[in-house]
């Protein structure tokens, strides 16, 4: 066994792994929030429902269908996405103009009719989604094992936020987003159709649960309450990288990650509640969050 300090190093090591692996999805899913709430200002609380919805459509598809992991890594978030746009349409629109807490109120009902619905069709019992043949196996590494799908998730996750961030960060699309969001008049004036461009921008959010949705369900059980016990946590982390900073959320999503997997090597019984520590901290020092702007 090896050993540093008295450190279990194969230990240690998986636990980071795991915290790696957790804060991918916190990434991808506090990302699709700062989105929407960082653009559109709007709180969506059924982004876990989303995620849901997405391991559930790709273990739909596979069982039913017969759609392997590689063809719902695409078609899944499209129609999640979709979805999402339906939403904003007739159900968020009409009320984008009330208080942040009316949407708050709105997504959240969204988000316990979806998992009532599921629980009701399929039970409370997670349901198992093979690995795809192209990433079972794994590569041995001087202090641990790296399984090639848990590798996959971390590379996927890195990609498709950085991708995103240059999107809205550097590209003249993003611009147009942000212009769009603050001046909505003026952006019309110049013949942009800006409410279209917000239900895509709203669709888009969603899409990404969608995405981590199809990527989690070989890890986790799919189950109706997948999501539910992750959007708290992914909350806090929006909160703690700064409410509609797109690079915080992603920096903070796969830090809070490797933060949560050395808590439990170390102290496993605070491993459930220290992101919620470090939030606490982060709003008593800096409330507008580590990489948010000051009001």
């Not at 490797?258 to 491993?271: D, H, M, N, Q, R």
Request: proline share 4%.
């Amino acid at each position: 066994m090896a050993t540093f300090l008295g450190i279990n190093l194969f230990g240690l090591f998986g636990q980071l792994l795991v915290g790696l692996i957790n804060g991918s999805f916190y990434a991808l899913l506090s990302l699709g929030l700062a989105i929407i709430f960082g653009l559109l200002k709007i709180i969506n609380f059924a982004q876990g429902a989303m995620y849901m919805l997405g391991a559930f459509a790709a273990w739909l598809a596979l069982n039913h269908l017969g759609i392997d992991y590689w063809l719902a890594l695409i078609l899944v978030p499209l129609a999640v996405g979709g979805i999402g746009i339906l939403m904003e349409r007739f159900l968020v629109r009409p009320i984008a103009h009330e208080d942040h807490l009316y949407s708050l109120l709105l997504t959240f009902g969204i988000a316990l009719m979806l998992q009532g619905l599921f629980t009701h069709l399929f039970g409370s019992s997670g349901m198992p989604y093979a690995i795809p043949e192209a990433l079972k196996g794994g590569t041995r590494l001087p202090f641990m094992y790296l399984p090639d799908y848990r590798a996959w998730i971390i590379v996927a996750s890195v990609v498709v936020c950085g991708a995103t961030w240059w999107m809205i960060e550097k590209t003249r699309l993003g611009a147009y987003l942000r212009a769009g969001t603050e001046n909505p008049q003026l952006m019309q004036a110049f013949g942009i159709n800006v409410p279209l461009m917000v239900t895509l921008t709203f669709g888009f959010g969603v899409a990404l649960a969608g995405f981590a949705g199809v990527m989690a369900a070989p890890v986790y059980s799919v189950s109706p309450e997948m999501g539910s016990n992750l959007l708290i946590v992914v909350f806090a982390i929006v909160v703690i990288g700064g409410m509609g900073s797109i690079g915080g959320a992603i920096l903070t999503g796969l830090g809070m990650g490797i933060v949560e997997g050395l808590t439990k090597y170390f102290y496993p019984e605070a491993s459930t509640t220290v992101i919620f520590l470090v939030m606490v901290i982060v709003l008593l020092m800096k409330p507008a969050g580590l990489f948010g702007k000051e009001a």
